[in-house]
């Protein structure tokens, strides 16, 4: 007699499909996993660069600090050459840097004036693209990074004590006239970043004498 081919029933076909969907439903969560965890290493990745390439660019502005006073934008009277506000306040910090590079021979100084903001957590630099602003002047604006919590800064003065401010509210240690104020900057900066990412970061610059 001959035999009667048999085929799937519908209980092995549906059994058969809960399977191959319960691999495919495995396969896309391991995938998805796998894509999640490569956006969050890549946004790791951006943030670490950009507190590397923040603190870089802070210690080339403070170790090039030059006692270079600039005239204050409405024409009167002088700015320090080395400006380091008290807590809480905008700029954080403010100052005479040398080493500007000008690779097209564009006709200005070497010396640039730039600042450090802190707002919405970001922290932004600034410069102005000339020496003496006035109240007209525009700032080339740059934001280092994003997601910091808080900024701060303190500066070593000649009694190797910590300041909260530059130059001290208690006047500068060693300048006995106002021209020599105007020119005194810290021994060292150290500079603390208290970032949602990395936590805080405390790096300590000496500044040239």
């Given amino acids: 007699m001959r035999m009667r081919a048999r085929g799937f029933t519908l209980i092995e076909l549906l059994v058969a499909l809960f399977i191959a969907a319960l691999i495919f439903a495995l396969g896309y969560g391991a995938i998805n996993q796998a894509l999640r965890s490569h956006d969050r290493l890549k946004e790791q990745q951006a943030s670490i660069i950009a507190l590397q390439s923040a603190v870089r660019l802070m210690e080339q502005d403070f170790v090039q600090a030059a006692p270079r006073p600039v005239r204050q934008p409405i024409g009167s009277g002088d700015q320090g050459a080395f400006l380091g506000a008290p807590p809480d306040t ?120």
């Fill in 90 to 209: 905008q700029p954080v910090v403010t100052l005479t840097r040398a080493g500007w590079s000008n690779p097209a021979g564009v006709q200005r100084p070497g010396l640039q004036r730039v600042a450090y903001f802190l707002e919405n957590k970001t922290l932004r630099r600034e410069y102005w693209n000339v020496l003496d602003p006035t109240q007209t002047s525009t700032t080339v604006k740059r934001d280092l990074m994003q997601n910091v919590k808080a900024f701060t800064l303190r500066y070593l003065d000649i009694n190797r004590q910590w300041q909260p401010q530059w130059p001290p509210a208690s006047g500068c240690p060693t300048c006995t006239t106002e021209g020599q104020a105007l020119l005194s900057r810290p021994l060292a900066v150290e500079i603390t970043v208290d970032t949602e990412d990395w936590g805080k970061i405390v790096r300590i610059i000496e500044v040239p004498g």
